[in-house]
C-alpha cells in the first residue's frame, strides 16, 4: 500500500486543520492506519492511530481531546482533524500503515508502510 498525506499549512494558535491520507495500491482496509510527526530537531513522535475493522482509534496524551482520526474505507482514506492547535504542534506529519500488536500502537517500528509527510505550523 502506498501512503500521500495531504492538507497541511499555516494556521493561527487555536485554529482547526484537517489531514488527510490517502491510499492506493491494494489492502487498506487490512491495515491500521497512524499517523506520526515529527518537529525540527526532536525525536519523531506517535500522534494516533485508527484500527482497520472497528475504527477503534487511540491517541497520544499530547493530543488526546484536540485530534480526531477517521477513515473512509470506501475512499481509501484517513482524516486526522486537528483542533485547538498549538504551535507545539508544528512538525511534518506522516501516516503510515501497519497491523501492530496493542503494546506497540505508538512505536514507529511496528509500521511497516510510510508515506511522505505534509507540514504543519501553527503561529501564536
Known amino acids: 500500500v502506498q501512503l500521500q498525506a495531504s492538507g497541511g499549512g499555516l494556521v493561527q494558535d487555536g485554529g482547526s486543520l484537517r489531514l488527510s491520507c490517502a491510499a492506493s495500491g491494494s489492502g487498506f482496509s487490512n491495515y491500521d492506519i497512524g499517523w506520526f510527526r515529527q518537529a525540527p530537531g526532536k525525536e519523531r513522535e506517535f500522534v494516533g492511530t485508527?484500527?482497520?475493522?472497528?475504527?477503534?482509534?487511540y491517541y497520544s496524551d499530547s493530543v488526546k481531546g484536540r485530534f480526531v482520526i477517521s477513515r473512509d474505507n470506501d475512499k481509501n482514506t484517513v482524516y486526522l482533524q486537528m483542533s485547538s492547535l498549538k504551535p507545539e504542534d508544528t512538525a511534518v506529519y506522516s501516516c503510515?500503515?501497519?497491523?501492530?500488536?496493542?503494546?506497540?500502537?505508538?512505536?514507529?517500528?511496528?509500521?511497516?508502510?510510510w508515506g511522505q509527510g505534509t507540514q504543519v505550523t501553527v503561529s501564536s
Open positions: 485508527i484500527s482497520k475493522r472497528r475504527g477503534r482509534t
Open positions: 503510515v500503515a501497519g497491523n501492530p500488536i496493542l503494546s506497540e500502537i505508538g512505536m514507529a517500528r511496528a509500521y511497516p508502510h
